[in-house]
């Protein structure tokens, strides 16, 4: 794609006369390298050997203020068991978002415990996300045999292996119901 400057414009003119995107794909740092390119952004495999200034690269790097971009995982939560909210909320408490932070995005990026990122407008310190605490995970009041409803009950559109079983049914049917955890595990274990 060629952006050619605006010679219409009613400000000062861009310096470039064009600008070359090229949308063919490739590895960009390597098309940087072999000067087959002018710009590229610098992803995490080639980051910490950029960032040392023994590297003949590190004299490029230019850095750009932070942006607001936000990963998640989604799931559908019209479907086991992803639509039980205690689950989703044990799920929300098993994830330490500040590893993934450190290890994964080597530190340059921000978790957010909201759908807002810090900084962002309409973002408020009040509001409380939930962190990390494997604790209260397990403490979570979710249905455990969810799994084994999904893989195994008679009548549930993930049972692929179309396993078939009146007990299981039975059981599952059963711990369904059951609200103390100790008990409703207890039934599938039988």
Same mark, same amino acid.
């Given at each position: 794609?060629?952006?050619?400057?605006?010679?219409?414009?009613?400000?000062?003119?861009?310096?470039?006369?064009?600008?070359?995107?090229?949308?063919?794909?490739?590895?960009?740092?390597?098309?940087?390298?072999?000067?087959?390119?002018?710009?590229?952004?610098?992803? *995490?495999?080639?980051?910490?050997?950029? !960032?040392?200034?023994? +590297?003949?690269?590190?004299? #490029? @790097? =230019?850095?750009?203020?932070?942006?607001?971009?936000?990963?998640?995982?989604?799931?559908?939560?019209?479907?086991?068991?992803?639509?039980?909210?205690?689950?989703?909320?044990? *799920?929300?408490?098993?994830?330490?978002? !500040?590893?993934?932070? +450190?290890?994964?995005?080597? #530190? @340059? =990026?921000?978790?957010?415990?909201?759908?807002?990122?810090?900084?962002?407008?309409?973002?408020?310190?009040?509001?409380?996300?939930?962190?990390?605490?494997?604790?209260?995970?397990?403490?979570?009041?979710?249905?455990?045999?969810?799994?084994?409803?999904?893989?195994?009950?008679?009548?549930?559109?993930?049972?692929?292996?179309?396993?078939?079983?009146?007990?299981?049914?039975?059981?599952?049917?059963?711990?369904?119901?059951?609200?103390?955890?100790?008990?409703?595990?207890?039934?599938?274990?039988?």
């Amino acid at each position: 794609m060629v952006l050619a400057r605006n010679e219409n414009y009613w400000g000062k003119h861009a310096y470039l006369d064009n600008v070359v995107l090229n949308l063919a794909g490739g590895v960009s740092m390597a098309m940087y390298e072999n000067d087959e390119i002018d710009i590229t952004g610098v992803g *995490l495999a080639d980051l910490t050997r950029v !960032q040392d200034p023994t +590297e003949e690269l590190n004299k #490029d @790097l =230019v850095r750009v203020p932070p942006h607001f971009s936000i990963s998640y995982v989604g799931f559908n939560i019209t479907e086991p068991p992803f639509d039980d909210p205690k689950f989703r909320q044990a *799920l929300n408490y098993a994830v330490d978002k !500040q590893l993934i932070s +450190e290890q994964v995005y080597s #530190d @340059l =990026v921000m978790p957010a415990y909201g759908i807002l990122p810090p900084g962002f407008p309409g973002y408020s310190d009040e509001v409380e996300g939930i962190g990390y605490d494997p604790e209260k995970g397990k403490a979570a009041t979710c249905r455990v045999e969810d799994f084994i409803d999904i893989l195994f009950y008679s009548e549930s559109s993930g049972n692929h292996g179309k396993y078939s079983n009146q007990e299981v049914d039975r059981r599952v049917e059963q711990a369904r119901t059951e609200q103390d955890i100790i008990r409703r595990v207890s039934v599938t274990r039988r």
